[in-house]
């Protein structure tokens, strides 16, 4: 009779492990992105932050779930699916989760959002270069409104102090205008983030787009197709993100489907996609992957 003993376990999780990580690289396929490569699918940092855009309610069930061991088992189960980059903010709650991770043994890479609130940029970046990210990208929402005082160079004057750092640089915008508009004055920077949903309208530009008083954020889905037309001609890499609507595409895996198949439509070879996740109540790493699999096999890009 053979024993089956820890060792013979241990050995058998190792070889396991191995071939999950073959298998992933053989499918989910990553990108350049400057000197290093991004997979097609990036995991987004809004559920971990409890930034939900759709209720108080669900803001509040995302950061009760988000405990340091549930971020750790998230991006461990990414890297293991072959997702090998995390966008997030580049806060302190967020540097503090990073940091426990790679203690773990993490190597996941990290695109980090410039937090706006913070009001001092240059500290802020300090402590986000401290992390060394791949790239760091000027708020959108900041970005947006600046656009929306007249003050846009001043997200340019932010661009700058972002390539002080070494990182790839990226702007961040809700607003097609806007990426007419830098795209015209020849900006220096890497990188687009771009929301395919414009969520910075005012209260009233919502209403006139909709027809009626709009309450919270408007998801207006004739948004996607003019944001992602504009992916496909900048020659910059675009980060697509909202691609799900924040949930609102979320009603079956058909509409999810479709959803990232509309991105792959138009993003260029080089061009990922951002989707948060939040496995509380049902697997969703490798049923992203396997989705984004299926739109690039629609899509050869």
Request: charged share 20%; with cysteine; aromatic share 8%.
């Amino acid at each position: 009779m053979t024993t089956f003993t820890r060792r013979d376990a241990l050995r058998a999780s190792a070889i396991a492990s191995v071939a999950s990580a073959v298998e992933a690289s053989q499918t989910l396929p990553a990108v350049p992105f400057g000197p290093h490569s991004v997979s097609r699918l990036i995991v987004g940092g809004n559920p971990v932050s409890a930034n939900s855009h759709m209720s108080p309610k669900l803001d509040a069930e995302m950061c009760d779930y988000f405990i340091a061991a549930n971020v750790r088992k998230l991006l461990s189960e990414c890297e293991r699916a072959g997702i090998n980059t995390w966008q997030s903010r580049g806060d302190r709650h967020i540097t503090r989760l990073l940091r426990e991770y790679r203690l773990a043994g993490g190597r996941i890479q990290w695109i980090a959002q410039t937090a706006s609130e913070y009001g001092d940029l240059k500290r802020n970046l300090a402590e986000i270069a401290a992390l060394k990210p791949i790239g760091i990208y000027h708020h959108g929402t900041q970005t947006d409104k600046y656009w929306n005082a007249g003050k846009i160079d001043q997200a340019n004057e932010a661009l700058k102090a972002i390539r002080q750092t070494g990182a790839r640089v990226g702007l961040g915008t809700h607003i097609p205008e806007v990426v007419d508009y830098v795209e015209s004055k020849g900006w220096d920077f890497d990188f687009y983030m771009t929301c395919v949903y414009n969520l910075s309208r005012t209260p009233a530009e919502a209403a006139k787009v909709a027809g009626h008083k709009v309450e919270g954020e408007f998801f207006w889905d004739a948004d996607r197709e003019k944001m992602l037309s504009l992916v496909s001609k900048v020659s910059k890499t675009c980060l697509i993100f909202k691609v799900y609507g924040a949930t609102r595409q979320c009603a079956s895996a058909a509409s999810r489907q479709a959803a990232i198949d509309l991105a792959f439509q138009y993003a260029k070879p080089q061009d990922p996609v951002v989707i948060g996740m939040f496995p509380k109540y049902q697997e969703q790493v490798k049923e992203n992957c396997r989705l984004v699999m299926q739109a690039l096999s629609h899509h050869v890009s």
